[in-house]
C-alpha cells in the first residue's frame, strides 16, 4: 500500500515476523575456587530453564537458529500463576507451524538467563523505567539511568491505546544498554503502586543475545519490584495466536532514506472480562493480560504514553551513543527520523478516537526529541528519537 505524506511517497509495508539468529557462546572454565558457586548457579539456572521451557509437542529450527517450541496452550508460563490454575481460556512460518491447540514459545536457552544480574531479575526491567512528564525534575534525569521522547495524554479514563510504530534497528553501544520503541497503559501512581502494560519492539543485546529488533511486552502491578516481565518469562500474559512468538525478530525493518516498514499495535480493555487484549496488526489477536493481575488498570488507565526509551549506563562517564528511533532526530522528518502514526485512545464505549491534549516529554531534547503533528492520512502522529551522544550533547 502507498500513501504520500510530508511532501514525499511513503510505501509502508507491515513488518513480518520471523525469528532470528541467536548465538550461544561458551562459558570460561572456572578457577578451581570458584567452581562451587559457579556449579550452584548453574544448578539454579537449569531450575529456572525447566520453569519456562515447557514440554513441547513439536520443535521447530527458525532459519536463523532460535528453537520455538510448540507448547500447549494450557501449559504456558501464565498458567503457573496460583490464581490460573482453573483458569478457563478466553476466545474472540517459513519453517513450520505451530499445531492447533498449541503456541508458540522461543526457548530459552542457559546463557540467556547467565546475562542477566541474577535469575530473579531475568526477564525484568529496572526500577523507575517510566517517563514522568508531570514532575520533569532535571536532578532525576539521570537518577534511573533511562531517557525517553515520548507524546502521552492523562486525565481521562482510558481503556487501551493503538499505533503504527515504524520499525529500525538502532546501534547499541553497551550489551546492557536497550532501545525500544513501544506504548504504555499506566494506571496508579509513580510510585511503589505503579500498574504498566507495554507493547512495541526492542532491541536488547543482554535480553536476547544479539542485535536484532523484536517485537514485546511488558506488564508490572508494583512499579517493576516484585510482578510482571517480558513476553512469556513469568507466568501472566495468555497468548491464544499459534503463529507469532513473543520475543520473535521483526524483519524487513526501515533504511535510511530508503524503504519504510511499520507494525500496527492495539491493546484494549474487554467491557465485559475485564481483561486487557492486544493485536498486532489487523489480523492477530496474540493474547491478554488478566484482569485480577491489575489494581488501578482492573478498572482503567489514568495515562497513555507513545515512544521511545533507552538505557544511558554513561559509558566512560560520557552520554551513550545508543540511539532511539532511527538514530536521527525528528525534524529530519520522513524516511530519515522514526515515527508513530495513526496514535488513538479506546474509551469507555470500547470505541477508537483521537487522543485530546496530546503532550510530550524527553529529559534531555539535545539527545533524543519528540515532535507532534496531525493531518489527513497519519491523524494524530509523531516523530521522536536521535543518537544520544554528539555535541550538543555530552
Known amino acids: 500500500m502507498g500513501s504520500c505524506a510530508h511532501g514525499g511517497c511513503a510505501h ?3 513488518s513480518r515476523l ?4 541467536f548465538c550461544l557462546c561458551s562459558l570460561a572454565s572456572p578457577s578451581r575456587a570458584a567452581r562451587l558457586s559457579v556449579s550452584r548457579q548453574k544448578l539454579e539456572v537449569q531450575k529456572h530453564l525447566n520453569r519456562l521451557n515447557k514440554p513441547a509437542v513439536k520443535s521447530i529450527e527458525s532459519p536463523d537458529g532460535d528453537t520455538i517450541d510448540c507448547v500447549h496452550m494450557s501449559h504456558q508460563p501464565a498458567f503457573d500463576h496460583p490464581y490460573l490454575k482453573d483458569h478457563k481460556i478466553q476466545s474472540w512460518h517459513v519453517n513450520g507451524k505451530c499445531p ?3 503456541i508458540p514459545i522461543r526457548r530459552t536457552k542457559q546463557d540467556d538467563v547467565l546475562r542477566a544480574s541474577s535469575v530473579k531479575r531475568y526477564g525484568k526491567k529496572k526500577r523507575r523505567a517510566i517517563p514522568q512528564p508531570r514532575s520533569a525534575d532535571p536532578d532525576l534525569v539521570n537518577e534511573s539511568g533511562h531517557q525517553h521522547a515520548i507524546a502521552y495524554v492523562e486525565g481521562d479514563k482510558y481503556y487501551g491505546a493503538k499505533a503504527t510504530i515504524n520499525v529500525w534497528e538502532p546501534k547499541i553501544q553497551q550489551p546492557n544498554e536497550f532501545s525500544l520503541s513501544q506504548l504504555w497503559i499506566l494506571g496508579g501512581s509513580f510510585g511503589q503502586d505503579l500498574n504498566s502494560i507495554e507493547a512495541g519492539w526492542q ?3 543482554d535480553l536476547y543475545g544479539d542485535n536484532n529488533t523484536r517485537l514485546f511486552t511488558y506488564w508490572t502491578s508494583d512499579a517493576y519490584q516484585a510482578t510482571g516481565c517480558y513476553n512469556l518469562l ?3 500474559f495468555i497468548q491464544i495466536n499459534s503463529e507469532i512468538a513473543m520475543g520473535a525478530s521483526i524483519s524487513p525493518v526501515s533504511g535510511y532514506r530508503n524503504s519504510q516498514y511499520d507494525i500496527s499495535i492495539l491493546v484494549w480493555k474487554d467491557p465485559k472480562e475485564g481483561h486487557w487484549w492486544m493485536q498486532f496488526g489487523n489480523d492477530y489477536v496474540l493474547g491478554y493480560w488478566p484482569s485480577f493481575l491489575f489494581s488501578y488498570l482492573a478498572e ?3 495515562m497513555i504514553e507513545w515512544g521511545g526509551e533507552v538505557v544511558n549506563s554513561e ?3 560520557l552520554h551513550t551513543s545508543t540511539q532511539m528511533g532511527s538514530g536521527r532526530f525528528p525534524e529530519e522528518g520522513f524516511g530519515k527520523s522514526s515515527y ?5 485512545v479506546v474509551d469507555a464505549s470500547n470505541n477508537l478516537k483521537a487522543p485530546k491534549g496530546i503532550g510530550t516529554f524527553t529529559e534531555q531534547s539535545n539527545c533524543y526529541d519528540v515532535q507532534t503533528g496531525n493531518n489527513g492520512d497519519w491523524g494524530h502522529y509523531f516523530y521522536y528519537g536521535g543518537p544520544g551522544r554528539n555535541e550538543n550533547c555530552p
Do not use: K
Open 12 to 14: 509502508f509495508s507491515r
Open 18 to 21: 520471523l525469528v532470528l539468529v
Open 100 to 102: 492447533e491447540g498449541t
Open 203 to 205: 532491541v536488547s543485546p
Open 234 to 236: 513469568c507466568s501472566g
Open 300 to 302: 482503567s488507565a489514568s
Open 315 to 317: 559509558p566512560d562517564g
Open 340 to 344: 508513530f502514526r495513526n496514535v488513538q
